[in-house]
T-cell receptor, first 115, second 113 residues
Framework: GDSVTQMEGPVTLSEEAFLTINCTYT??????LFWYVQYPGEGLQLLLK?????DKGSNKGFEATYRKETTSFHLEKGSVQVSDSAVYFC??????????????FGKGTKLSVIP | DADVTQTPRNRITKTGKRIMLECSQT?????MYWYRQDPGLGLRLIYY???????NKGEISDGYSVSRQAQAKFSLSLESAIPNQTALYFC????????????FGSGTRLTVV
């Protein structure tokens, strides 16, 4: 079945540091890939997505490129801010049969950015 | 108003009590989901519904039931709450495509004492 593996946290960075959160996936079909962000006390929000190989999703300074050859979708940001402190989830959507297209999530990576 | 609204936001209940968590959406999506979030375990799917007449169990449905009252409403019930059901519960909706992803509610924090 489908699965998503993302780096375990927590990750602690100083403000303005470079961020990478690794995400790799296993899928039987041709999935779409997503990054969600969960700020403290809130629900998950879609951060960015990519629906085909070599697509780059971007939003709020975050980027991730859909790499089919390495089955990866790593999240990057060049200069993190304290306000980026949150839990980040990588996810994929694949056709599990009969058009189900359910999301499979990684376990989340908690990021803390210190001033 | 939020696209996906969950009520209540917080609830403390006693062991053995029946409790209902409610979810309503204004997205017009056919598909709705209930997830549970526990620290270190990520999100786990409890139930999902692809339309009003279609209800399916997820990976951890034991101890839970659901009702899809309308396209816009999907309720989760704990028939007899137990302490290990203490968790954060999320409702989500989606379109019927691979590319759309989910829209989540803000969550209900449930504590069973």
């Amino acid at each position: 079945g489908d699965s998503v593996t993302q780096m375990e946290g927590p990750v602690t960075l100083s403000e303005e540091a470079f961020l990478t959160i690794n995400c790799t996936y296993t899928a039987t079909g041709y999935p779409s890939l997503f990054w969600y962000v969960q700020y403290p006390g809130e629900g998950l929000q879609l951060l960015l997505k990519a629906t085909k190989a070599d697509d780059k999703g971007s939003n709020k300074g975050f980027e991730a490129t859909y790499r089919k050859e390495t089955t990866s979708f790593h999240l990057e940001k060049g200069s993190v801010q304290v306000s980026d402190s949150a839990v980040y989830f990588c996810a994929l959507s694949d056709d599990s049969g009969a058009g189900s297209y359910q999301l499979t999530f990684g376990k989340g990576t908690k990021l803390s950015v210190i001033p | 108003d939020a696209d996906v609204t969950q009520t209540p936001r917080n609830r403390i209940t006693k062991t053995g009590k029946r409790i209902m968590l409610e979810c309503s959406q204004t997205k017009g999506h056919d598909r709705m989901y209930w997830y549970r979030q526990d620290p270190g375990l990520g999100l786990r799917l409890i139930y999902y519904s692809f339309d009003v007449k279609d209800i399916n169990k997820g990976e951890i449905s034991d101890g839970y039931s659901v009702s899809r009252q309308a396209q816009a409403k999907f309720s989760l019930s704990l028939e007899s709450a137990i302490p290990n059901q203490t968790a954060l519960y999320f409702c989500a909706t989606s379109e019927s495509t691979r590319r759309s992803g989910y829209t989540f509610g803000s969550g209900t924090r449930l504590t069973v004492v």
